[in-house]
């Protein structure tokens, strides 16, 4: 197996086993959506538009005490390695459903009965982690189009590579690494809103990369707001609570 | 998963008469929260298949087939053999599952039972290479749900495991001119353990394993864990648009250690009695 950590306890791209990718969100990115936002996490490249709320269509999908969210987490054909076929594969599929998941507990979709919103995720560079940074982008997505939420929704990925429970895995870091653990919370309410796992953990590294995973979300939570912050209120104000 | 048609007023009314059952511990079923269903499993029920068992978690009932073939490993693993999981909910399953191809239910059942036989390493792959970088064995495992009353992932993962753990298959080797042969000596497949799914619901407060139709119908979020014979995670997937607390998620897996071991169990018991024939 490859090594992904070197003698010094570094990763292959430099980072500690605790630290975090350099993150960058922009809010407000796309003129014709409702609300919209751009992230980078490493190599992450993903845009999100929201529209809504809005007639719903099909009108059978329409439910009369709320709103229903849709999400198409969807990737670019260029943004991975080998070239990706444009139709939906199942892995997409799947994630646009735990994406939808894990957003919808913030949302407060009773507000608005009988309408649609709709959440598109495209991935323009896919780097490891692109569900987890997709979902931090999309809650920006949501605010920014001014839909009623609970709390903001906030996600990262904790895993283990090369023996070591590390963060924010790398394309590299998780397809050769031994775990990858998305998990996504409500970082003002404490709730866990998404959780998946694939390989293997003890139940000691488990408990270490969960604390490690809501602890990165605090940190991630605190960009999320300045990027509306920066928006709303001015970049001279940001600080000044 | 759902397969109870949701009213809005009818879902409310029965989730407060769900939460304060539950709130006395009970169900309605009379199991306590912890309990699962009486589960049977039988194995080798198709004689075409490679292995085969069909599954009973109550009244839940699937049955799972393995076909092992010849095929192209993928390019980036060029050296190992093949796992396709794929499930399909029968319209003769429930009064609600239509034809067609799978919605995002079937594909995240699939995709979640594939994880816990994949990342676990049941099957070791690389025992099925034949011309490594061109032909390798295949192993398709497909489920086909045949009545639906809730957890279904928990019963196609029992299904799955049972009937990889119960393939046979001729011995494949390549002959001194390249060429892919079968022996008449019949083998199973390289198998390194068992690993298995536990999958909890939240209602309320409550936290329940084995949900049935009624109680996935109202419940606030659903956990799956799958266990691997050395007691440790090896998949994980939360579902349904609900929230869980750090320490339910915790909880939660405390709770699947400790049912992962009784069900592996049942399952290996199952596997003894058919090797004996």
Same mark, same amino acid.
């Given at each position: ?55 719903? @269509?099909?009108? @059978? ?136 796992l694939d390989g293997i953990l003890t139940p000691e590294e488990f408990e270490k990369a969960f604390d490690m995973a809501i602890n990165a979300c605090r940190t991630i939570y605190d960009a999320q707001r300045k990027a509306l912050m920066d928006k709303y209120f001015g ?7 | ?277």
């Open positions: 197996m490859k090594e992904l950590i070197d003698e010094k306890g570094l990763r292959i791209d430099g980072r500690r086993v605790d630290e975090l990718r350099p993150l960058k969100i922009e809010v407000g990115v796309l003129k014709n959506a409702d609300g919209s936002s751009y992230i980078e996490m490493g190599k992450n490249k993903i845009v999100v538009a929201v529209y809504g709320p809005k007639e719903v @269509h099909p009108k @059978h999908q329409a439910l009369p005490d709320r709103s229903v969210l849709r999400c198409r987490y969807h990737m670019a054909p260029f943004s991975t390695d080998t070239r990706k076929p444009p139709q939906p594969s199942r892995r997409e599929i799947e994630i646009s459903k735990v994406i939808r998941e894990a957003l919808e507990p913030a949302l407060m979709l009773e507000e608005y009965p009988r309408t649609a919103i709709d959440v598109y995720l495209e991935v323009l560079q896919a780097d490891g982690g692109s569900r987890c940074a997709g979902i931090t982008a999309s809650a920006v997505a949501l605010a920014d189009a001014g839909i009623s939420m609970r709390d903001m929704v906030v996600a990262c990925a904790a895993g283990k590579a090369s023996g070591q429970v590390v963060i924010d895995l790398n394309d590299v870091e998780d397809k050769e690494g031994e775990a990858d653990m998305p998990i996504a919370i409500m970082p003002n309410l404490n709730q866990l809103t998404l959780f998946q970049k001279a104000e940001v600080g000044e609570e | 998963m759902s397969a109870v048609k949701k009213s809005i007023v009818v879902e409310q009314l029965r989730k407060v008469q769900m939460i304060e059952l539950l709130s006395k511990e009970k169900r309605l079923d009379n199991r306590g929260l912890m309990d699962f269903r009486p589960i049977t499993i039988e194995t080798g029920v198709i004689e075409k298949a490679n292995g085969s068992a069909r599954v009973q978690v109550g009244n839940t009932q699937v049955i799972a087939g393995v076909k092992i073939e010849i095929g192209d490993p993928f390019p980036d693993t060029p050296d190992k053999g093949l796992l396709v999981v794929n499930t399909e909910v029968l319209p003769l399953a429930s009064a609600y599952a239509e034809p067609g191809p799978p919605d995002e239910d079937a594909i995240e059942l699939a995709r979640v039972v594939d994880r816990g036989v994949r990342e676990s390493h049941m099957i070791d792959l690389s025992k099925l290479a034949l011309i490594p970088g061109k032909k390798v064995l295949a192993v398709f495992v497909d489920v086909n749900v045949l009545n639906t009353d809730g957890n279904l992932l928990d019963a196609t993962s029992y299904a799955t495991v049972a009937s990889i753990a119960t393939s046979k298959m001729p011995r494949y080797y390549v002959d001194e001119n390249g060429q892919i042969k079968q022996s008449d000596e019949i083998i199973p497949l390289p198998i390194n353990g068992i690993p298995v799914s536990v999958t909890m619901a939240r209602i309320g407060d409550a936290l329940i394993v084995d949900p049935t139709s009624e109680e996935e119908a109202v419940m606030d979020a659903r956990i799956t864990l799958v266990l691997d014979e050395d007691g440790n995670l090896c998949a994980g997937q939360k579902g349904q648009p609900g929230t869980l607390t750090f320490d339910q998620v915790k909880l939660a897996t405390n709770i699947a250690k400790v049912k992962a071991k009784e069900i592996r169990e049942i399952i290996k018991g199952e596997i003894t009695k058919y090797a004996k024939g």
